[in-house]
């Protein structure tokens, strides 16, 4: 016999050492079933809402991303009959309740829905379509002086913040809206922004609970210039 023929008993033992490491290296199976599951109960349980980046720490890695996606688009569309939907926003995914049904669940809210001043919508409405801006940018589109009080209303409700200052006199602070602002709103980008006329309905259909207090009517005087 030729002894390349031969069978060498070592080799055949490793060869079988190979083939059972190969065999444990070989990861389970997904069960896109129980990712779905999991997915469910985090993004139900969470009071913000959860990056895809977040909901794949849920599975020690043993999930990828393309996986999660695929899962939310899924369940997604379960949810999509119901009075609660699944919803991309700028901060990730999040359970929302669909607006033709929040203004039942705002009759037994404690909290009133608060009347948005002008100086307040205007002041919103400038910084969400021209951004990044400064105060006297919007005085300027506004004619009149912007008080304290307005601006103060939109930085503490988290919907605008201070990017920076301008290279002028005085370094005004440059104003943007947040991604806070988005997820509000329902949105995932600026792209998404409802036209000007439609954005105080849409403010409008925004939880009690998640809406600022009306500023102070505060003297705003005639701007001159």
Known sequence: MNMNEQTNPETQEEERRAQSEEGAMEPAPID???????????LLSAPE????LQLKRLFAGEVDADNIRKVLEQLREEWSA???????VASGWRFRVKPDYQKF???ISQEKPPRYSRAVLETLAIVA???????????????VAVSPPTLNALVERGWIEVIGTRETPGRPAIFATTRK????LNL?????????????????????ALQPPESTQSTEQTHAG
């Open 32 to 42: 896109l079933e129980q990712v779905k599951r999991v997915l469910e109960a985090a």
């Open 49 to 52: 809402p959860l990056t895809v």
């Open 82 to 88: 119901r009075s609660i939907e699944l919803t991309p």
């Open 105 to 107: 669940l705002d009759r």
């Open 129 to 143: 379509y021209r951004q990044p801006v400064t105060r006297g940018d919007i005085e300027d589109v506004r004619g």
């Open 181 to 184: 602002f988005l997820d509000d």
């Open 188 to 208: 995932r980008s600026l792209e998404e922004l409802p036209p000007l006329e439609e954005l105080q309905s849409a403010l409008a259909a925004v939880p009690a």
